[in-house]
């Protein structure tokens, strides 16, 4: 109840952001006071419904608190704040394991442990070299990870921690908009789509692991590359010469044979 002094304090206001690009959800709480047992750390989870249906849409931690005379608020960080904070974790040697259980390792050593769906393709590394991750964030280690086959990492309300490939293509159909009255049900009132002119990007070298071939002494080294080109390239913005490119380099040392360097020109 927000008109209480006392007890409970009530809640005025729920603000839920996130996305794949900021995969830990925020939550803000405005309350009409902030006590004192309300303390940095404290686990938080919203339940947003009526009539006794509700659906969660958060669970997590509370970061700070903001009091005022009168209100207040609560920030709150999703369960993948844990592994997305700056803090630098050691090396890993992941030589020879799969990216789904050294992935799987990585978030259990930030401690999320629980509550979580892998669904990661089946990808052995260190099939051509010895892949080390150097110590760094453990999300660093994790975005190297999913690069491998595209793979995104988002939490959903209830807290569990979600890791698939999504592919990013565009909607098969333009936005459309509908209205009416005569439908309770939620609806699409309005929508639309925008081009990026800056994407002109047309062709993607992938370099990657160095990798030792042959028995010694008469070893011999080579560094992965693969290439995708896209057909078309007139459309590219501006226009170039016939047989020029617009180059991009993406460097992952965790890939290391040329079918999946392949694959990531592909993607990119």
């Not at 999703?78 to 997305?84: K, N, S, V």
């Not at 089946?122 to 990870?145: D, H």
Request: charged letters at 20%; one cysteine or more; proline letters at 5%.
């Amino acid at each position: 109840n927000a008109n209480t002094a006392t007890g409970t304090p009530g809640v005025v206001g729920v603000r839920v952001s996130k996305s794949f690009d900021s995969p830990v959800p925020v939550c803000t709480l405005d309350l009409n006071r902030v006590p004192t047992w309300i303390k940095r750390g404290q686990g938080v989870t919203v339940d947003v419904g009526y009539n006794g249906l509700t659906q969660r849409i958060f669970t997590g931690f509370i970061q700070s608190r903001e009091r005022k005379i009168g209100a207040g608020s609560v920030n709150c960080m999703g369960r993948l704040w844990t592994a997305f904070r700056t803090v630098q974790i050691g090396q890993r040697d992941v030589d020879g394991v799969t990216v789904s259980s050294a992935i799987g390792t990585i978030l259990d050593y930030v401690g999320l442990t629980d509550n979580r769906s892998l669904t990661i393709p089946a990808f052995t590394l260190g099939t051509a070299s010895s892949p080390v991750l150097e110590r760094m964030p453990a999300s660093q280690m994790l975005q190297m990870l999913m690069d491998i086959d595209g793979c995104r990492i988002y939490e959903l309300g209830s807290g569990q921690i979600v890791v698939r490939v999504i592919d990013e293509l565009p909607a098969p159909t333009a936005y459309k908009t509908y209205t009416s009255n005569d439908n309770a049900t939620a609806r699409v009132l309005e929508g639309s789509d925008r081009e990026d002119p800056e994407y002109y990007r047309n062709r993607v070298i992938v370099t990657g692991a160095t990798v030792t071939e042959g028995s010694a002494p008469d070893q011999t080294s080579r560094t992965i590359t693969a290439t995708a080109t896209v057909v078309g390239s007139a459309l590219v913005q501006p226009a170039l010469p016939t047989g020029t490119f617009v180059d991009a380099e993406y460097n992952n040392h965790l890939i290391d044979t040329d079918a999946k360097a392949a694959t990531v020109a592909i993607r990119q």
